[in-house]
């Protein structure tokens, strides 16, 4: 079928996400070097709408492009930047960019949205929800298109701070997403106070679904949360058909994962979401 011709020469295609770093550890400096130096950006996962099968939008994942070690992961530089609170640039490029390309991609006639994660550290920041809202509609995108994903332990912090933050996020137009749900230890009475609007459940019980029962269970039973509290369910770290006809016949809305496709350079989304439908 054409369908999986269109698929083989995706997954042929070499993809930057596959090859290792010639190098895997860098200090801090060089990281804010690469910053300074616009050697950053976002790489793109898409999200894809179970029940339609049609791409819902795609996910934001830093990449750093560095000039003589390749294409850098994110457990490279991330948590040197939030220890030494300097996450604050790279979350304004991965804003800015993201944006743009998500904007660009609409103006072309791909009814995408997009999502970017965030820290928790920059989250308790007094004027952040302006800061973060002029970033994102200054490259013309309406807020209502663009996803906030923050952890689930972050989400959990008592910082009174954090959760005006967030529903001033959400009352400008943002989506809220809970990442890596499953992990956090949130109690359900913790988790309403936040005004979210997805729930995306942690690739740990996605990817052992298939053949573990707790992980099932758990699957399950937050699926079964989302629906009650009325909010978009995602699942994460989809890596084989099984997991997909599995997260699908457990009624998750949206789906994410290396089996649909592996975050992308920004110029080649177009063409694969063109191609998926
Ligand atoms: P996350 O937000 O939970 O993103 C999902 C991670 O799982 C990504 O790793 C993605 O490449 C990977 N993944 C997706 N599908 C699969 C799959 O089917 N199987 C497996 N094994 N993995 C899959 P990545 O890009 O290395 O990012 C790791 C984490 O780093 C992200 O987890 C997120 O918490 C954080 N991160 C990435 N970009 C940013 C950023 O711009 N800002 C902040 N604050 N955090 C970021
Ligand atoms: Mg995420
Ligand atoms: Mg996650
Ligand atoms: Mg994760």
């Given amino acids: 079928r054409f369908a999986d011709l269109i698929s083989l020469y995706w997954r042929a295609k070499p993809n930057p996400e596959r090859f ?49 070690d390749g294409i850098v992961m994110p457990y490279a530089f991330l ?7 300097e996450i604050s640039e790279l979350t304004w490029t991965m804003l800015a960019r993201s944006a743009r390309d998500c904007q660009e991609w609409r103006n072309a006639g791909l009814d995408l949205d997009v999502a970017v994660n965030l820290s928790v550290k920059q989250l308790a920041d007094p004027g952040i929800s302006d800061a973060i809202t002029w970033q994102v509609t200054n490259q013309g995108l309406e807020p209502r298109h663009m996803t906030l994903e923050i952890t689930e332990s972050a989400a959990m ?46 690739q740990s019980f996605v990817m052992h679904a298939a053949h573990q029962e707790s992980s099932r269970m758990i699957l399950e039973s937050s699926l079964d949360m989302a629906r009650k509290l009325g909010v978009v369910s995602v ?3 989809v890596e084989t058909r099984d997991d997909l006809n599995l997260v699908r016949e457990c009624g998750c809305d949206l789906a994410q994962g290396f089996f649909i496709a592996r975050p992308m350079p920004s110029t080649d989304l177009p063409d694969w979401v063109r191609d998926y439908s």
């Fill in 79 to 85: 948590g040197l930047l939030e220890e030494n609170s």
């Fill in 157 to 202: 912090t008592n910082v009174g701070r954090v959760l005006e933050n967030l529903t001033r996020l959400r009352i400008k137009g943002f989506g809220l997403s809970i990442d890596d749900y499953g992990t956090g230890y949130s109690s359900m009475q913790q988790l309403t106070r936040i005004p979210f609007t997805e729930l995306k459940i942690d």
């Fill in 235 to 237: 699942a994460e770290g």
């Fill in 20 to 68: 290792k770093p010639a190098r895997e550890i860098f200090s801090l400096d060089e990281i804010i070097e690469g910053l300074q130096n616009d050697q950053f950006e976002p790489f793109y996962q898409p999200k894809i709408d179970l029940k339609t099968g049609r791409v819902k939008g795609a996910e934001a994942l830093a990449r750093w492009r560095h000039p003589r």
